[in-house]
């Protein structure tokens, strides 16, 4: 056995590793919020010293102790491994089942440097999207992967393996909670307190869930927004070509955003605070140029739009200085949106405007209140720059990252019926939301990815060849590109435009270059895409055209995996959206209709407390199990959110659950009765 899979099968070692230095190269998470009191700051080193044997005890106390007093976590850098984390081949990691060395690939990937964005507090992407809370858990899940069989399924919660239980082999293998709490504990701050003491994780959506695929994963997604925000605002059926799009963000997600505007072929100018994120994404050929000062980045955008180039910049600097400069200098802007962090506001999420980067890292930690107060005077900064360019044409969208419901928490001119937004010569119309305060802009899920890809069951299906083999991934991208034109030949007009720009976006994976870390593959593709693109891929593997297992999964973001009212449900106006009967019951009926694994989580996207999501992996060898498998969960993970969405009588949702039923005799689903509003008129 090499020295890598010794390191595997040991889990927690025998002896002290030696203490690691802290590398200021690699791009840390913040120090978190001081916020337990000497009580709890002893709890929280007793909690930690749980994984270790008694007779390290006097060394890691006062090691994690200080661990906590630097950076507010305990992460146990000592126990880092020494090996390099990365999506390997399959076949070099150690274990008995070939579901759980596939899981064991996923996780590394989702710790890679190439991919992680803190990979040393085992974070993944958007600031706190935590894979394990720390290293022992890491170091033991992967023991446990490396020993288990395909009748035992591993329990996690919220990082920490509870253990491997007796099970059979339909069940998932993996079973992932992070951060359910009891829904009074869900605040911010709660999240603060109980992730210190080491009992709770934020796992975003798809870090602790072990699916996460770098930005590729979000570049998809994002150029269909970016493109389908392009056909609103066309007059007279033009494309994007001129056209200027203006945001912020270069980090796990944010940083498709340039790509996806050069793919939609717009000139994208995308703001970004912190130097490492920029210098990293520019390396990586994500975004084409650099500007550093404001004069010259309105020089270079005039130019651009005179030559109507397809250009992407990154802004060095913060967002809201570029949408007040581009107000005064008087720069049409086409699009606007913002990716910052905001479901994170108080601890690294959001860089306030006014303070350099340095000095707000320092703020956030020495001083929570003023940098608190200084986050929401520079949320209101941004909205009012955003109102001005508005108000002389921009369409602006909230990008699902709680950016209208920070701005209104901090006070910002946001609301609907407020006189600036009334007294225009064309004021924003009501979406029809009820039981609460209507903005005055649309999120991206209301205008464009609800009514025109959720409610159809189009979703972000991706997946990922463990034998890491670019050959593979080009195979799957060929036969995915042959099914789907298949389809399209047959499909109702209803989908004919999403049929074509899937096809078109497969068609350029490749030459795109999109793979960052795993051998991976994002596709939107409704139940039908998604089924018949899984059953094609598991016939390849049989036939050894393609050489080893596929993982199949999908972001939370989805038709069906997220109950969150500001963003993946927000155009469900019936007052379910403030439920989560949805994301629950899919990850109970994904995880007996055939997942490998299966997780669900408190946060993701727009915060802590603020959705509930859920997801699966579900590993693809060429058997006939597997064909079961993914016919049966596939096709109840697309259509429970369809029969959802079509109880709150969204007309594309009704559409696709009578073509669901068309299709599947044993598929009932109870239809909603549409009332003539007349009726109602006079009852109250
Ligand atoms: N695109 C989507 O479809 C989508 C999907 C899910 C979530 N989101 C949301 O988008 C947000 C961003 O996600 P991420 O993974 O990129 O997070 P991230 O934390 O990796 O990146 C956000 C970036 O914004 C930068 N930033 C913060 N304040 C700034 C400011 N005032 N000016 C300029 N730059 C600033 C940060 O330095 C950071 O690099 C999250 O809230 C996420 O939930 C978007």
Known sequence: MNKFKQDITQGIPNELPVLKAFDPEINHAPKRKDILNKEEKKLAVRNALRYFDVKFHS????????????????????????????????????????????????????????????????????????????????????????????????????????????????????????????????????????????????????????????????????????????????????????????????????????????????????????????QTRHSQKWVDEVIEDLDDLVKRVKKAKNKKEVLSIAYLGNIVDVWEKFDTDNIFIDLGSDQTSLHNPWAGGYYPAGINFEKAKELMSID??????????????????????????????????????????????????????????????????????EFAYASYVEDIMGPM?????????????????????????????????????????????????????????????????????????????????????????????????????????????TDSPYRETANIYDGSQFTSDMSIQNVIGDSFRGATWVSIHNGGGVGWGEVINGG?????DGTEEASKRLRSMLFWDVNNGISRRNWARNEGAVFTAKRAMEMEPNLKITLPQIVDSSLLESLF
Request: a positive charge.
């Open 453 to 561: 890809c959720f409610d159809y069951g189009f979703g972000p299906f991706r997946w990922v060849c463990t034998s890491a083999d670019p050959k593979d991934l080009a195979k799957t991208d060929i036969i995915a590109m042959e099914v789907l034109e298949e389809l399209k030949k047959k499909s109702p007009k209803e989908i004919q435009q999403q049929m074509s720009d899937n096809i078109q976006w497969i068609k350029g994976a490749q030459e795109n270059n999109l793979v960052v870390g795993s051998q991976a593959r994002i596709l939107y593709a409704d139940a039908e895409g998604r089924i018949k693109i899984a059953d094609a891929f598991n016939l390849a593997i049989k036939n050894g055209e393609i050489s080893a297992p596929i993982v199949l999964g999908r972001d939370h973001h989805d038709v069906s995996g």
């Open 616 to 620: 699966f992996g579900m590993v693809l």
């Open 368 to 437: 929570p209140v003023k940098f608190k107060d200084k986050v929401q005077e520079s949320l209101r900064r941004q909205a009012n720059a955003i109102n001005n360019h508005t108000a002389k044409g921009t369409y602006f969208f909230d990008y699902g990252n709680a950016f209208l419901l920070e701005a209104s928490r901090a006070g910002a001119d946001i609301y609907l019926d407020s006189p600036t937004f009334q007294n225009r010569k064309n004021p924003p119309k009501s979406r029809g939301a009820v039981g609460v305060k």
């Open 59 to 278: 060394v890691l106390a006062k090691e994690f102790a200080q661990e906590l007093k630097d950076y507010g976590r305990i992460y146990m850098y000592r126990f880092r491994p020494d090996y390099e984390i990365y999506a390997r081949p399959i076949h070099d990691y150690p274990g008995k089942c070939d579901q759980a060395k596939a899981i064991m690939h996923m996780i590394q990937n989702n710790l890679s440097y190439a991919v992680a964005q803190h990979p040393h507090e085992l974070i993944t992407y958007g600031g706190n999207g935590a894979v394990f809370q720390n290293w022992a858990q890491y170091l033991l899940v992967m023991k446990y992967l490396s020993q288990m069989t395909d009748e035992q399924t591993l329990v996690v919660y919220s990082g920490h393996p509870l253990g491997l239980f007796p099970s059979n082999k339909n069940a998932p293998r993996v079973v992932v909670t992070n951060g359910m709490m009891i829904p009074n504990y869900s605040r911010q701050d709660d999240w603060e307190k109980y992730n210190a003491l080491g009992v709770t994780q934020y796992g975003q959506m798809t870090a602790g869930s072990y699916m996460y695929i770098g930005p590729q994963g979000i570049v998809h997604g994002t150029t269909i927004t970016v493109l389908n925000a392009g056909r609103m605002i066309a007059k007279h059926g033009e494309d994007l070509a001129g056209k200027l799009f203006v945001t912020s963000g270069l980090g796990g997600m944010s940083g498709a955003q340039p790509k996806a505007g050069n793919i939609a072929g717009c000139i994208t100018v995308c703001a970004e605070v912190n130097p490492k994120v920029v």
